[in-house]
């Protein structure tokens, strides 16, 4: 059973930082592909970034690129997502998403963690 926790998540003002992990069990790490997606107030969930499975990809959303930096530990079976230059409109639940051998954009992950609220003021 695979199990995603995230972590990290608090309230910030805007031109702040945060890291956010995504501790990853029940899974061979090495083979899964993980994004970050998140989900405001009244919107749809969206995209953030993608790592692949072995670490030499990444892609971001246009909203969150050069601000955004999606990493991976194998070692600890964990994902991260540093988080700088916050702005209000990336107040929003984050969630870490995963699939073997996966790494899009699009919602095709097969396992989900439950979220972190991550809130900045202005």
């Known amino acids: 059973q695979v199990q995603l926790v995230e972590s990290g998540g608090g309230l910030v003002q805007a031109g702040g930082s945060l890291r956010l992990s995504c501790a990853a069990s029940?899974?061979?790490?090495?083979?899964?592909?993980f994004a970050w997606f998140r989900q405001a107030p009244g919107k749809e969930r969206e995209f953030v970034a993608v790592?692949?499975?072995?670490?030499?990809?990444?892609y971001y959303a246009d909203s969150v690129k050069g601000r955004f930096t999606i990493s991976r530990d194998n070692a600890k079976s964990a994902v991260y997502l540093q988080m700088n230059s916050l702005k209000p409109e990336d107040t929003a639940v984050y969630y870490c998403?995963?699939?073997?051998?996966?790494?899009?954009?699009?919602?095709?992950?097969?396992?989900w963690g439950q979220g972190t609220q991550v809130t900045v003021s202005s």
């Open positions: 998403a995963a699939r073997k051998y996966g790494a899009s954009y699009r919602e095709m992950y097969d396992s």
């Open positions: 029940g899974l061979t790490f090495s083979t899964y592909g």
């Open positions: 790592i692949s499975w072995s670490g030499g990809i990444t």
